[in-house]
Nanobody, 119 residues
Framework: VQLQASGGGLVQAGGSLRLSCAAS????????MGWYRQTPGNERELVAV???????RYADSVKGRFTISRDNAKNQVYLQMNSLKPEDTADYYC??????????????WGQGTQVTVSS
């Protein structure tokens, strides 16, 4: 199983970016999918998560600006980031809880994609 993230880049403050992450490989399904971010010297923090039923949860710092969504048919998760601020600059990682067996799940991470917001 692999998670492949894309969509990072450099944007001015107030701009928008859309991150995508696709899960590939052999598995039975996907539970929660989410996005985390990390800056140098800091722990990875939750940005947003979406359940298989579409329920969402956001970090307070991104509420109202970021929107997480998923396409279950494509095994993909997205993060639409609007009104970006310099403090959103970080490496962003997608995460998924993958059903690898009837009763077994494993947690997977994609490679980081860098988001840089200039002031």
């Amino acid at each position: 199983v692999q998670l492949q993230a894309s969509g990072g880049g450099l944007v001015q403050a107030g701009g928008s970016l859309r991150l995508s992450c696709a899960a590939s490989g052999t598995f039975l399904g996907i539970n929660d999918m989410g996005w985390y971010r990390q800056t140098p010297g800091n722990e990875r923090e939750l940005v947003a998560v979406v359940t298989s039923d579409g329920f969402t949860r956001y970090a307070d710092s991104v509420k109202g600006r970021f929107t997480i969504s998923r396409d279950n048919a494509k095994n993909q998760v997205y993060l639409q980031m609007n009104s970006l601020k310099p403090e959103d600059t970080a490496d962003y990682y997608c995460n998924a809880e993958i059903k690898v067996g009837i009763v077994t799940t494993d947690n997977y991470w994609g490679q980081g994609t860098q988001v840089t917001v200039s002031s």
